[in-house]
């Protein structure tokens, strides 16, 4: 069984960098076929995509967040870890990692396994 554990601080002061990592078990991140997703979600709002990982290591991000974002990953510790530069307190939300099937499936917010999400608050 494929479990997903976020980790990262909970509050960072605007203009950071939020820095979280995905820890995953029960499957390599270099297997082929799967797409490793950054998701959040603000308070009072939907799911918002924020970037992936192919099994490749081959990142895509969304399009408002492409000049802030970055997705890396460690294959040894069988992590991905994602970056948010210049926050603001509209980049507080609970964040999240997960796994998807398809690219498809990545882009209508459908994912095969999702972790518990780690609450950020961006605050001075």
């Known amino acids: 069984q494929v479990q997903l554990q976020e980790s990262g601080p909970g509050l960072v002061k605007p203009s950071q960098t939020l820095s979280l990592t995905c820890t995953v078990s029960g499957g390599s991140i270099t297997t082929s076929g799967y797409y490793w997703s950054w998701i959040r979600q603000p308070p009072g709002k939907g799911l918002e995509w924020i970037g992936l990982l192919n099994s490749a290591g081959n990142a895509a991000y969304r399009s408002s967040l492409s000049t802030r974002a970055s997705i890396s990953r460690d294959t040894t510790k069988n992590q991905f870890t994602l970056q948010l530069s210049s926050v603001t307190p509209e980049d507080t939300a609970v964040y999240f990692c997960?796994?998807?099937?398809?690219?498809?499936?990545?882009?209508?917010?459908?994912?095969?396994?999702r972790g518990q999400g780690t609450q950020v608050t961006v605050s001075s």
């Open positions: 997960a796994r998807s099937l398809s690219y498809a499936d990545v882009v209508t917010l459908n994912y095969e396994h």
